[in-house]
């Protein structure tokens, strides 16, 4: 069964970086769009970058220019990169994958266009 765990949050100060992983199994990273969305607190879950089986990527304004996502298939791992951190990049992070769309991203970061989600991991930056 797929199967997406998250990993690597945890709390930094503004400026600092994190680097986020999301190990799949039950699915081929390289086969399918997979993407990261987060959830800060009290406020509803947004997309912040997904990328596509054939590594094309796309990502939320908020986060272009800090943030890079990348994943490798050998590994069946996805990847975050997040630099600058900002006090508004708390929230709870997960990953996601679409195995209904055929590699290709939707390119909306829309919850909907997902279908198996991991359970999160938590980054917290300090001002």
């Known amino acids: 069964q797929v199967q997406l765990v998250e990993s690597g949050g945890g709390s930094v100060p503004a400026g600092g970086s994190l680097r986020l992983s999301c190990k799949a199994s039950?699915?081929?990273?390289?086969?399918?769009?997979v993407a990261w969305f987060r959830q800060p607190p009290g406020q509803e879950r947004e997309g912040v970058a997904d990328?596509?089986?054939?590594?094309?990527?796309t990502y939320a304004d908020s986060v272009k220019g800090r943030f890079t996502i990348s994943k490798d298939n050998a590994r069946n791992t996805l990847y975050l990169q997040m630099n600058n951190l900002k006090p508004e990049d708390t929230a709870m992070y997960y990953c996601?994958?679409?195995?209904?769309?055929?590699?290709?991203?939707?390119?909306?970061?829309?919850?909907?266009?997902?279908?198996?989600w991991g359970q999160g991991t938590q980054v917290t930056v300090s001002s």
């Open positions: 996601a994958t679409d195995t209904t769309g055929g590699g290709s991203c939707w390119g909306g970061l829309r919850e909907y266009e997902f279908n198996y």
């Open positions: 039950g699915f081929s990273t390289s086969n399918y769009c």
């Open positions: 990328i596509d089986s054939v590594g094309d990527s």
